[in-house]
Structure formats: structure tokens, C-alpha cells
């Protein structure tokens, strides 16, 4: 017997084996089968609209969803959708295009719409949460005495990053390493309250950054890594699981795709357990961002 937390292809196939049962799962996640004058709304056959029995309003659910404006089948679409979910280290739009058997148009415009999704969950982390930042690509390096340093420096993309110790992942591509870009990061993605634990390194950027937070801090500049719970390596573990991904699916990344990307990353971070609890989270995820 397989696994409750498995969901393979063939689970993926009878659960939506049809347009059909794929747009219902869109209306039961989206709008209520009863309608407000005790009418029951039902599919219209050969449409994408369900229509009440009684007062005979008309609703299309996929309108406003990352389905709208789309030839695209939505059977392709939730299988698009499962491919992406079991991407541990990413997916190109090559591969998704073999995959599928799409365009490489239409591969890529499906995976650019649901990293977007992804990157609109608003709720703050709490708990015990590391905050780091790191610098992605760039060529080269600061050659002899650094005198190549702002050079490069100026080609990578900074990245400041939250990570629930045992949850979620946020991730932010900023323009400078500032108390202000900290502040924000933190104060969008992070809340101070509900006995929020906030680990850092010592680094001063943050120090009024981190105002208004419990903040507990590893001195790396003093070797110090790890003092009690204290300590980032959840976060630094993510940082170069994302770097080695990278450079293993996609080769390189823009700066301009990197949020989008990142935000992949930090959902499969987030939903690593359970395959079939990662799907559900996707399909809700962007069922929901489409009300946003
Ligand atoms: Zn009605």
C-alpha cells in the first residue's frame, strides 16, 4: 500500500482526470455551491461557467486565477502544477517543456506565473526565526588585492532571507545591504510579537533594523557560531541549497528572475515532508493569490 504522504502521477490522474474535475476543484475552493436565493450552482456542460439552479447567475471560477487568459487545459495545467511541486532543486522551462510536451513559450509562461503565486503569501513567520542575507552570481571575483571588489560586487543581487526553524522561508532581493532594506524585510515578513525569537549574527546593520524584536545574536566575526539554540544555520543551509540548485537546474539566474525563483526555492523549503501535502499547499497557494 502506498504511503499516505506519496502522490505520484497516477494519484495526480484520478483526482483530476478531466477539465471538468479541475474546474470543479477551483469552484469548491473558490465560491460556495450554494447560492444566496437557495438556488445550487452545477457545472454548465461544455462550458467553463457554473450557473445556479434557481436564480441562474452565471460564475466562471478560473477568471482572476493564474488559468484565466489561457488555452491551456487545466488538466495540463494541474500536472504543470505536480511537476513544479516535485522540483526539490527547481525546475528549468526546458525541462518543463519536455515534460509536458508544451512550447517552450508556453512552459515558460506557466512557470513564471506560478512563482508569482508563490510570492504572494502575506502572513508574517514567527517562532524562532534566523535572518541572514547573501550575495547571489556575479562574475569573477575580486581579483589580487580586491581591486576588482565594487566591480563585482556591483553585478551580484544581495538577498536578505527569513527561516522559521522548522517552517517557512522568506526572501527579499533588495538594492543595498541597509538598516532601512533590513527594517523593511523584517517588519513585512516577520512578527515581532507572539514570542518571536529573532537570531542574527552580529552584524550592525541590523542593529536598529531589529528594534522591537527579541533579538539573539552569534558573534561570527568572533568565531562564534552556535551558543545554545542560538545560531543561523538554518538559514545558511538554505542559502547554499538555493546556490547549489542553481547552479545544478538553471546554470545562472538573472537578477531580474531571482525574487521568482527564490520564491520556488522557499516553497519547497517550506513543504519538504509530505509530497502530497505540498501539492494541496501549491494548488491552494495559488488558487488564493489569485484574490490578492
Ligand atoms: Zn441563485
Known amino acids: 500500500m502506498a504511503k499516505e504522504t506519496k502522490y505520484g502521477l497516477t494519484s495526480l490522474k484520478k483526482d483530476f482526470p478531466t ?41 466562471a471560477p478560473a477568471a482572476g486565477t493564474i488559468f484565466h487568459k489561457s488555452d491551456t487545459p487545466l488538466t495540463l495545467w494541474f500536472h504543470a502544477l ?64 580586491n581591486v576588482r571588489q565594487s566591480t563585482v560586487m556591483r553585478s551580484k543581487a544581495l538577498v536578505i532571507g527569513a527561516v522559521e526553524r522548522g517552517g517557512r522561508v522568506r526572501t527579499k532581493v533588495v538594492e543595498r545591504n541597509s ?17 518571536t525569537r529573532l537570531m542574527t549574527d552580529s552584524t550592525s546593520v541590523l542593529d536598529n533594523a531589529a528594534r522591537g524584536y527579541e533579538r539573539f545574536m552569534v558573534n561570527h566575526s568572533r568565531k562564534e557560531w552556535v551558543r545554545g539554540d542560538v545560531h543561523i544555520n538554518t538559514m545558511e543551509s538554505f542559502w547554499s541549497h538555493v546556490k547549489r540548485s542553481i547552479k545544478g537546474t538553471h546554470k545562472a539566474v538573472s537578477k531580474q528572475h531571482l525574487q521568482g525563483y527564490l520564491d520556488a526555492f522557499a516553497f519547497q523549503w517550506s513543504n519538504s515532508r509530505n509530497d502530497r501535502r505540498r501539492f494541496a499547499v501549491l494548488l491552494g497557494t495559488v488558487l488564493l493569490a489569485s484574490r490578492v
Request: with cysteine; aromatic share 12%; hydrophobic share 30%.
Open 179 to 195: 538598516a532601512v532594506e533590513h527594517g523593511k524585510f523584517l517588519e513585512e515578513n516577520v512578527d515581532p510579537l507572539f514570542g
Open 82 to 145: 505536480w511537476v513544479f511541486s516535485n522540483a526539490k532543486s527547481g525546475i528549468s522551462a526546458k525541462e518543463m517543456e519536455r515534460q509536458l510536451e508544451v512550447t517552450y513559450k508556453t512552459a515558460w509562461r506557466m512557470l513564471k506565473l506560478i512563482r508569482e503565486a508563490l510570492g504572494k503569501d502575506f502572513t508574517r513567520l514567527g517562532g524562532d526565526v534566523e535572518t541572514d542575507s547573501a550575495y547571489f552570481g556575479g562574475k569573477g571575483d575580486g581579483g589580487e588585492y
Open 19 to 59: 477539465d471538468e474535475s479541475c474546474l470543479e476543484f477551483v469552484f469548491d475552493n473558490l465560491h460556495s455551491r450554494e447560492c444566496s436565493c437557495g438556488g445550487t450552482y452545477s457545472l454548465l456542460k461544455g462550458r467553463k461557467k457554473f450557473q445556479c439552479s434557481k436564480c441562474r447567475f452565471q460564475i
